[in-house]
């Protein structure tokens, strides 16, 4: 049993770090801002809850967990509201969603 | 493994701190910094320091950040082009700072040697005595609070001095210029104003934990009146600033430094009066670990009383300041970052 245990949360963490990794390429490499904001919300809300869900699995029934729970509750709230709102700033600052085209900010950073 | 991680900190360190170097768009600057101050914060957690940690994440990347930025809705998004004037001299004294830095350097002890003067002074004092004199878990709290009293004093002073000095120069009306209230269209932010009433009252409870708890796990008056700020300003941000004022009236705030200071202060004149010298905590009560265990629950309460009004006021002073100038501006958005974004706009019209 522990070790289905251990495997199991080894899987989670992995599964986590692999979503890390696509949103951090998806964030490098898609060509414009909204579908950037897309790449990284998936490092919100795939990455962070499965890598956390690994340790609450090795932690086993503590207050360890308990407040990982927490964590992974807040995050759940937290992240994608934060999207939401650089996605709505950027509609506010003039950004249209149907032109492809790369970020300003790009040439000169 | 910790080498490793500890490695790799530094690095984004270093990396963050050449990229703020080379940008020139002051808003992903800010945004850099905090960045900069999240990882500070990881390398204090690798470091065992989670007090410190939580300090500078709260105050770094979150309130530091957003003061950063309401300056920044008064003054330009980009940095101006400096004159172009011989780069050598300015060379030269930054290799030789920095060579007599790293000169200096030679001499220090190597980081975690036992051997250290810092470890073969009060230190192991503190940390031997520390259950058996004051009888609280956190070893940090207990010196901060009771061994190095008067130096907490002074620091909550420094934090009571600094706000003394931008009311001074900037000061806090009782009552803002307003901006319009009334729009046609309903208010675009309801995802936001749904998810802050959620997590809002939870992160003023996390404060309240750390700020009572603080004798027994990471925190204590300092983070906790961070957190307990940093819970007002989201709130600012997402409902406005009048709301934020209704919640907590300048007329409050204003004393509420000086209120803090005056705890911590009054602490330390109490005990005189009870016989014991300035902030010794054991003329408090007659168990001698009951009375510092007193002690350190009133002073973290003023430090926290202090810290928290301290960065209330200077965030209700700064995004004021911006509302002030342009009694006009905020159509639409409403939560005084209209300037910011009108920016924002201007610069994508010109390039695009």
Known sequence: MPLLIDLLSWALILVGGAFGVIGGIGLLRLPEFFSRIHAASITDSMCAPCIIAGLMLQSGLTLVTVKLAFLVVFLFLTSPTASHALAKAALHGGMDPGRTRRLDGEAES | ?352
């Not at chain 2, 202090?306 to 002030?324: D, P, W």
């Open chain 2, 1 to 352: 493994m910790d080498t490793v991680v500890d490695i790799l900190l530094l690095a984004f360190l270093a990396i963050c701190a050449i990229s703020i170097l080379r940008l020139r768009d002051l808003f992903a600057m800010t945004m850099m910094f905090g960045l900069f101050s999240l990882i500070s914060a990881g390398l204090f957690t690798t470091m065992d320091a989670p007090d410190v940690a939580f300090t500078e994440a709260a105050v770094g990347a979150g309130i530091s950040t957003i003061l950063i930025l309401a300056t920044l809705a008064q003054t330009s998004r980009r940095e101006q082009a400096t004159p172009a004037r011989s780069k050598l001299v300015p060379l030269a004294v930054v290799w030789v700072t920095g060579a007599v830095l790293i000169y200096g350097t030679a001499d220090l002890p190597a980081f975690g040697d036992p051997d250290a003067p810092v470890h073969n002074h009060v230190g192991p004092h503190y940390i031997q005595e520390s259950g058996k004199e004051i009888g609280i878990p956190n070893v940090v709290a207990s010196v901060l609070a009771s061994y190095r009293g008067y130096d907490t004093l002074g620091e909550v002073v420094v934090v009571f001095a600094a706000v003394v000095g931008v009311m001074s120069l900037l000061g806090l009306r009782r009552r803002p210029p307003g901006l319009r209230p009334a729009r046609g269209k309903p208010d675009p932010n309801d995802v936001l104003k749904v998810i802050a009433t959620m997590v809002v009252p939870v992160i003023l409870l996390f404060a309240l934990y750390v700020q009572f708890h603080g004798e027994y796990s990471p925190g204590g008056g300092f983070q906790a009146g961070v957190i307990f700020a940093a819970a007002i300003i989201l709130y600012a941000l997402v409902f406005g600033l009048d709301k934020a004022r209704q919640v907590i009236p300048p007329k409050v705030l204003n004393r509420l430094p000086a209120a803090g200071v005056l705890i911590y202060g009054g602490v330390g004149v109490v005990t005189l009066l009870l016989g014991g010298n300035f902030l010794e905590y054991y003329a408090l009560a007659e168990d001698a670990k009951t009375a510092q265990h007193m002690g350190i629950l009133f002073i973290e309460i003023g430090v926290g009383v202090t810290v928290a009004s301290v960065m209330l006021l200077i965030y209700f002073i700064f995004s004021e300041r911006g509302r002030g100038k342009r009694p006009d501006e905020g159509n639409g958005d409403g939560d005084g970052d209209g300037d910011g974004d009108g920016a924002l706009s201007r610069d994508e019209g010109g390039t695009a």
